[in-house]
């Protein structure tokens, strides 16, 4: 409890309590003999809002962050002339303030940590400016400014209203300093590794026209611009030491005008696909879709491969219905690359080695999970005709991109176990024939490439959401992995106070990269 006596217990005039779950006695608000005897209290009498209005309070104890479970607070009509940083600190949950009618005189730069807060009252105070901090409170829809000569930001913005004000600072707040850099884990490899390794990097790169306020409103403008993320951008993937990569969300213009000329000039070239839609429009250059670049002094292009899941929906026999009307709504795509490994100087002249690297970006929606699955199994359907028209046993194989999918969905279990029984609830009870019947499943002897080394906590930072949907998949029987990137704690993102993008990330995803060896026939198996 700190330093709130008795006094201040008492005078709280009352609470909001919960309607649904249940907070542990630690979580109440007590006088102190209750607070003493709390094993004998019932924790359903937890509660979500503290109305400590018209109390006649000077200040508020900082012990009031302990109150962490806090969705509403009611300060107002109190003699506060400052807020203790621990409000903001503590009360992470905090969706609504109101501490209107009091004389506040500045507000502690420790707000922008109350990213949940929606509703914030401070009319009638003497608020002169607000903390350039605010800008992220991005959730912020009502600010109540009334009663106060406001005169930072100008009388013309705050007339906008909160949205107009948030953006406002948003656009002034300070860049975050940089985390450190990522560190390189090794696997552990029972022989030493031969001359056939690669690095291999995947990164949804945020397409220019899905970079918007309305989609990351906690992004400053000059940040979202793509002149502003592009050489970022192209900066992580250099430094990366990649020999192939695979993009996602790259726009016709940005492969031809930025991606080609930039990584020509430094030893790659590069193969593009677009979404489907882009054959319906006069002028594709805004469409999206997957790029693959790999460095020409160890790869050679054999054949570029183009996989669209709207025909292969068709090709592959889906019943006129539900399950066909959902599946060629969605104009996702793959890219496949058949490459032979350049020998080097020295080496012997015997047939060059080949291998398959697949780049595909699936559905985006979490309530058409069935989309997703089938997308996936069209895509290593097609990936198994190819490997047998190249008549090679145990062809290595490559499956890298953006997924959006999570480990708990189905498209995790097909590429990780070879197969998705009927009873899955990723099917969504939708009827996509054979496959509803039987399943869905594949040949290949697929692994994580993060599998028994470390696994990233997150790919994909965006809004509310925060999950691992990005992967890179390879063939065991045939390919191993000889150490990854490590990926950004939560914990330590978090530290860059937003979601992404943001100044020292210019991607809502972060890249993957791996180094693999191809092994040698003799070796494959062990």
């Known amino acids: 409890w700190g330093s709130m006596d008795s006094d201040y217990m008492y005078q709280s005039r009352g609470y909001m309590p919960q309607q649904t779950e249940k907070y542990p006695p630690t979580h109440m608000l007590l006088t102190r003999s209750e607070y003493e005897n709390q094993k004998d209290n019932d924790p359903s009498t937890a509660w979500y809002g503290l109305d400590m209005s018209d109390g006649g309070f000077r200040t508020i104890p900082g012990a009031i ?14 003699k506060l002339t400052n807020l203790p940083a ?58 109540s400014l009334d009663g106060n000569r406001v005169n930072d930001p100008p009388p013309q913005i705050v007339q906008g209203g909160a949205q107009r004000i948030v953006s406002y600072l948003r656009d002034k707040v300070p860049p975050v300093p940089p985390l450190p850099a ?22 949804n790169v945020l397409a220019e026209s899905y970079a918007t306020e309305e989609q990351h409103p906690y992004t400053p403008a000059q940040v979202l611009q793509w002149d502003s993320r592009k050489f970022k951008i192209l900066e992580q993937i250099l430094e990366s030491g990649a020999d192939l990569i695979c993009l996602q969300e790259v726009e016709q213009r940005q492969f031809q005008h930025f991606f080609v000329p930039q990584l020509q000039k430094r030893g790659f070239e590069g193969i593009h696909k677009l ?21 020409t002094s160890k790869f050679r292009l054999e054949q570029k ?12 026999n889906i019943p006129t219905g539900p399950g066909l009307d959902r599946t060629i709504r969605r104009d996702n795509i793959a890219l496949v690359a058949v490459l032979q490994i350049v020998a080097e100087k020295g080496r012997s002249k015997s047939p060059a080695r080949r291998i398959i690297l697949c ?21 290593l359907r097609e990936l198994d005709n190819i490997t047998q028209q190249k008549n090679e046993n145990n062809m290595p194989l490559l499956i890298a991109g953006d997924f959006n999918s999570e480990p708990s969905n189905a498209v995790y279990s097909l590429l990780n176990s070879g197969k998705v029984d009927p009873t899955h609830r990723d099917w969504n009870g939708t009827n996509y024939g054979t496959f509803s019947r039987d399943g869905c499943s594949h040949r290949f002897k697929l692994k994580n490439c993060f599998d028994g ?73 062990n």
């Open 359 to 379: 780049n595909t970006h699936i559905h985006w929606d979490p309530s058409e999970a069935d989309v997703k699955l089938m997308q996936v199994q069209f895509m």
């Open 65 to 78: 962050g302990n109150f962490t479970h806090l969705t509403s607070l009611y300060l107002l009509k109190n």
């Open 275 to 295: 979404k489907t839609r882009a054959k319906t429009m006069n002028d594709p250059s805004s469409v999206d879709g997957c790029s693959i670049f790999f460095r």
């Open 453 to 525: 080394i470390c696994q990233p906590e997150f790919t994909n930072f965006n809004g509310d959401f925060m999950g691992v949907l990005d992967y890179i998949w390879y063939t065991s029987d045939s390919i191993r992995v000889v150490g990854v990137s490590e990926t950004p704690s939560k914990e330590e993102i978090l530290t860059q106070k937003s979601p992404l993008p943001n100044t020292n990330y210019p991607s809502d995803h972060i890249y993957l990269l791996a180094e693999f060896e191809v092994l040698s026939n003799k070796r494959r198996g």
């Open 182 to 203: 990522r560190k390189w884990k090794a696997a552990q490899l029972e022989q030493t590794t031969g001359p056939l390794k690669f690095k291999v990097i995947t990164y």
């Open 86 to 143: 621990t409000i903001f600190t503590g009360l992470v949950n905090l969706t609504l303030l109101d501490v209107s009618y009091n004389q506040l005189t500045k507000l502690p730069t420790e707000i922008e940590n109350a990213q949940q807060l929606q509703k914030l009252l401070l009319s009638n105070n003497n608020l002169t400016s607000l903390p350039v901090e605010m800008g992220r409170l991005w959730r912020l829809k009502t600010l």
């Open 305 to 316: 491969i183009e996989l669209e899941y709207q025909s292969l929906a068709i090709h592959n």
